[in-house]
């Protein structure tokens, strides 16, 4: 079964500070990787996806995200955060063959200030 | 275009009480999925439906908790009886279809509490 590590539990970053948030997988099929966001007390959004291509992806709200296949990673980065974006942000993969079922990773913690 | 529609939004209980909970899915999709999220255990996979029937359960965490979706746009997750432990948000997504590249779209989920 696959698993999802985001080892970044909570971050405190202030406004315009660049950001990096780490996602890792294991498993070693084909996959599909997801993040999503949750904003205090709201539902979870679709950031952006990768299912093939480009490994680089670019989402909404100036988000992109990196796939390297031979670390097992879908990084989440963004040049210059602002306050809007205090969030929680999940990466969740999908495993060829498994339908659309998702593994979440347990989330990150993003606390901008001003 | 609607969303996932869950409800109740909040539901507070005693412990020992029947508790449902309901979800609309958008229309026109046809899987559908049921989530807990905890503090300790962050976002778990409870049950997920593909055309109404359940293809996978095994996330649910005993037979307290069932889940039945009698038709396209309606999905019900029951816990009884309901204790403590099962406090939560419980969060309702649906997707276009069960290929794997479909992202799913929340609802804005259930906060339950059980007292």
């Known amino acids: 079964a696959q698993s999802v590590s985001q080892h970044n539990h909570h971050v405190i970053l202030s406004e315009a500070a660049s950001l990096e948030l780490g996602c890792n997988y294991s498993?070693?099929?084909?996959?599909?990787l997801f993040w999503y966001v949750q904003y205090p007390g709201q539902h979870l959004q679709l950031l952006l996806k990768?299912?093939?291509?480009?490994?680089l992806v670019k989402g909404i709200k100036g988000f992109e995200a990196e796939f390297i296949k031979s670390k097992f990673s879908f990084n989440l980065r963004k040049p210059s955060v602002q306050w809007s974006d205090t969030a929680e942000y999940f990466c969740?993969?999908?495993?060829?063959?498994?339908?659309?079922?998702?593994?979440f990773g347990t989330g990150t913690r993003l606390q901008v200030t001003l | 275009d609607a969303g996932v529609i869950q409800s109740p939004r909040h539901e507070v209980t005693e412990m020992g009480q029947e508790v449902t909970l309901r979800c609309k899915p958008i229309?026109?999709?046809?899987?559908l999925f049921w989530y807990r999220q905890t503090m300790m255990r962050g976002l778990e996979l409870l049950i997920y439906?593909?055309?109404?029937?359940?293809?996978?359960d095994s996330g649910m965490p005993e037979d307290r908790f069932s889940a039945k979706m009698p038709n396209a746009s309606f999905s019900t997750l029951k816990i009884q009886p309901s204790e403590p432990r099962d406090s939560a948000v419980y969060f309702c997504?649906?997707?276009?279809?069960?290929?794997?590249?479909?992202?799913?779209?929340f609802g804005d989920g259930t906060r339950l509490s059980i007292l």
């Open positions: 997504a649906s997707s276009l279809s069960s290929a794997s590249n479909q992202p799913q779209h």
């Open positions: 498993y070693g099929g084909t996959v599909n």
């Open positions: 990768y299912f093939s291509g480009d490994p």
């Open positions: 969740a993969v999908n495993a060829l063959g498994t339908a659309s079922k998702l593994t």
């Open positions: 229309s026109g999709h046809n899987s």
């Open positions: 439906f593909n055309n109404n029937v359940p293809i996978d």
